[in-house]
């Protein structure tokens, strides 16, 4: 009938605008590869702000001791302890996840900081058996903080701005370790915060700390951001002494890369002009987590709308912004049942659509699959300029060296056909050079990489 041709003909028009073939890929990681060298170049000379970490030496593996970390990034924060052993041994490794209510998210600075101070305080609480800190010393932890920060030294720097659905006016300039320090205090937790990291800089730690072929990390979860190992000379921008490694862990908040190659649809657009934070984090809008299943529910509105998808009434819930999260669209993604049964519970429980014909749900698989596609497609080419920047997107004659990517977060870890898809296309672009590019999956890297640079930053050693 009519209104299924108008449907399909809307998801025919999404996947022309969502298409991202392999010449688009590359014209997208050159595009990369250019902004890394622009925002190296200068301060504000790029989209890319291509951070500075004052990491310039990573995990080695003698690391000994008792450190924390504290994980704060997106919907959860984490709290873990580790008992490095030295030698590449954990002795013991004890974690807590805590949810961060929603109000918090879009509150004040003090709030959110005392309530994470007051959960990190329980769990040092709970410290027992195995975890050990010599006499007299003060606990130390490492702060791994997945938003962009201006670091002032690798334990300190000051929030450059908010993304992801968090929006504290009041924290934006200030010191995140200061605010995080002075939160410990007013709950009475002697604690000093050695290391600020990035999540990304953290994985690449915790990476390295396994392999030390890892050259970059990549995170795929709430939001998207990669951090790789540059050259220190490379970095015109740097005005400081060169570090003696002469290395330095660039983070660069690639979630704010923003190209003309970029596919982007009046869905993209839309999202956009309605999010936190508009003009922004474009390359997060298409890629992460927080948002796939939005675009989803942006183009089933406009199906229910303008082909009556539903029937001839528009459901009501589908109108409510990130009612259809990611993990639901990625469950309907990943049905396999003959009659597509997951995806008839999920239209029937979020979206309130109790009656849904086969090939409705099977146009909602395609529209899944059209989305995801094109996140995984340019994260695998956002990859691609990594390697290219660091030259080693080509085989050097008589040369076998591996390069290993570090991926994390839910998005990578829980979305399978997500992660295919990322792989096979970065496989795809890479041609003969496959070979000595390895994704691994660096399972809760970031929080054992910022107790790591916590220790090699101990105020004890
Ligand atoms: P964060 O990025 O907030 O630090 P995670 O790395 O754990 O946290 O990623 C959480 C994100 O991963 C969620 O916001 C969600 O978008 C995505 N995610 C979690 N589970 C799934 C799933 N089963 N399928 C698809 N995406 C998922
Ligand atoms: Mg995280």
Known sequence: SGRWAKAEAILRELEENCGAHTAKLRQVADAMTVEMHAGLASEGGSKLKMLISYVD?????????LFYALDLGGTNFRVMRVQLGGKESMIKQEFEEVSIPPHLMVGSSHELFDFIAAALAKFVATEGEGFHLP?????????????????????????IKWTKGFLIEDAVGEDVVGELTKAMERVGLDMRVTALVNDTVGTLAGGRYDNPDVVAAVILGTGTNAAYVERAHAIPKWQGLLPKSGEMVINMEWGNF????????????????????????????????????????????????????????????????????TPDMSAMHHDTSSDLKVVGSKLKDIL??????????????????????????????????????????????????????????????????????????????????????????????????????AASHSQYL
């Open 135 to 159: 006499a007299g010393r003060q606990r130390e932890i490492g702060f791994t903080f997945s938003f962009p920060v201006r670091q002032l030294s690798l334990a300190s720097g000051t929030l």
């Open 258 to 325: 923003r190209s003309s190659h970029l596919p982007l649809t009046e869905y993209d657009q839309s999202l956009d002009a309605e999010s936190l934070n508009p003009g922004e984090q474009i390359f997060e809008k298409i890629i992460s987590g927080m948002y796939l299943g939005e675009i989803v529910r942006r183009v089933l509105c406009k199906m229910a709308e303008e082909a009556d998808f539903f029937g001839n009434d528009i459901p009501p819930k589908l109108k409510i912004p990130f009612i259809l999260r």
């Open 57 to 65: 030496n990573l995990p080695t593996g003698d690391e000994k001791g």
């Open 352 to 453: 309130e659509v109790p009656n849904s014909s086969l090939k409705m749900r099977k146009m909602i698989v395609e529209l899944c699959d059209i989305v995801a596609s094109r996140g995984a497609r340019l994260a695998a080419a956002g990859i691609l300029g990594i390697l290219k920047k660091l030259g080693r997107d080509t085989v050097k004659e008589g040369e076998k060296q591996k390069s290993v990517i570090a991926l994390d977060g839910g998005l990578f870890e829980h979305y399978t056909k997500f992660r295919n898809c990322m792989e096979s296309t970065l496989n795809e672009l890479l041609g003969e050079v496959t070979e000595t590019v390895i994704v691994k999956h660096s399972n809760d890297g970031s929080g054992i990489g910022a107790a790591l640079l």
